[in-house]
């Protein structure tokens, strides 16, 4: 029978309420469809980690996650007792970088019976890609203080585009419009004010573009971009764009569909020389952590996401349909959907949706 090996790293805040659910939803479907997980449990890559052991991840964790065939992530971050950048830098973009997983696909779509907060939208009107450039860009290691603590202090970080890194990552979202019915791609760019490394994106676009003739592609400055996702997201169909940008375009995009709760992530190494990451988009929510109200959708979304990865098509088009219907029953509607249900209420209806299908 097939068989993964798949690492659980829950992480922190709400990443430890619903990731049991996606676990959930996995065994589920592994029962129904017939394969085998081999599930890794970590506590590590989570602050509490951290309080006990002055790391996020013990120095053997390549050798533990490497041999994987998938890392399924929660979220991470306790800004209360970690930085930001110490906790992430130490985990979840040690992983984008190392195993270098510089595809990061992120779905936007708007599902049905799902209040949209755009007016008159319907399902079908919303249903694009944001594809996230994952390991360069502005979240470059390149920069660093001066003067630090004088009138005097300057503080550097450099934007890194390469060839290599800019064109991967142009191909793999032109592959992906090239095998839609629309084949429509829309770059992100800002080439008008950051002069050197977005004229250089968007040249890489043209060049790249020219090999995929049957693509229709556009651009625009990120910030009229941002004001078409809300006045316009049926224009979209895979939007392409760097770090910074993808990750701005990842929240709202999910946003304007009801609720970045819902929103699930895929870190892909497409070579497989690496295993990939799957993650929701959202954070580990302080606010509402611990509670039993965090949306499970977008950490069970995410598990389709994986198993779609995985080669198990079949399951991650099942457990999306039972999401869908989930999700038309107001009562199976988290909070942040306007719903009442809890965490587990929510996640018990995709599980007899699942069932029933
Ligand atoms: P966040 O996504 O954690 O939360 C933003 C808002 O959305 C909050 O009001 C939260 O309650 C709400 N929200 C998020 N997910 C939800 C869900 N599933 N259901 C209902 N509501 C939900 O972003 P933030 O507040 O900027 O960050 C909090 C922490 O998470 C920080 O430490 C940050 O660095 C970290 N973070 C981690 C990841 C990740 O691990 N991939 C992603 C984003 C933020
Ligand atoms: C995301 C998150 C991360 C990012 C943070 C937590 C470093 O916002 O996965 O979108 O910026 O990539
Ligand atoms: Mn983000």
């Not at 017939?34 to 013990?58: I, K, N, V, W």
């Not at 970690?82 to 190392?98: C, K």
Request: with cysteine.
């Amino acid at each position: 029978t097939r068989h993964y090996r798949i690492a659980v790293i829950p992480g922190d805040g709400i990443g430890k309420e619903v990731v049991p659910e996606g676990v959930r939803i996995l065994e589920a479907a592994a029962e129904t469809f017939g394969f085998r997980l081999d599930l890794q449990h970590h506590a590590f890559g989570s602050c509490d980690y951290y309080a006990e052991h002055g790391t996020m991840l013990p120095a053997n964790w390549k050798e533990l996650l490497t041999p994987t065939d998938a890392i399924f992530f929660g979220a991470v971050g306790w800004p209360a007792t970690v930085p930001d950048h110490v906790s992430l830098w130490g985990s979840l973009l040690q992983f984008r970088r190392e195993f270098d997983q510089y595809v990061n696909l992120r779905p936007v779509r708007l599902m049905p019976g799902v209040p949209c907060p755009l007016a008159g939208r319907e399902p079908g009107d919303i249903d694009f890609y944001v594809v996230r450039e994952n390991t360069e860009g502005e979240y470059s290691s390149v920069g660093g203080t001066m003067y630090p603590g004088t009138e005097r202090e300057i503080v550097i970080q450099e934007t890194v585009m390469s060839r290599h890194g800019v064109d991967r990552i142009l191909k793999f979202a032109f592959d992906l419009a090239q095998s839609r019915p629309k084949k429509h791609l829309t770059s992100a760019t800002k080439s008008n004010g950051i002069a050197i490394t977005m004229p250089y994106w968007d040249q890489r676009v043209e060049a790249m573009g020219e090999r995929y003739p049957e693509v229709r592609r556009d651009k625009y400055h990120i910030d009229i971009l941002t004001a078409h996702f809300v006045l316009n997201p049926d224009r979209f169909d895979v939007v392409v764009g760097s770090n910074l940008f993808g990750d701005i375009l990842s929240d709202l995009g999910p946003a304007c569909t009801g609720t970045i709760g819902i929103a699930p992530s895929a870190n892909i190494n497409p070579e497989g020389r690496f295993p990939s990451l799957f993650e929701p988009v959202h954070g580990s929510a302080p606010d509402i952590a611990g509670q039993g109200i965090a949306n499970p959708v977008g950490q069970i979304w995410t598990a389709a996401m994986m198993l779609e990865h995985l080669g198990e098509v079949e399951a991650a088009h099942a457990i999306v349909a039972a999401i869908e219907t989930a999700l038309r029953d107001p009562a199976s509607r988290t909070r942040d959907l306007k719903g009442t249900a809890t965490t587990r209420e929510a996640a018990e209806a995709v599980l007899r949706a699942f069932a029933a299908g």
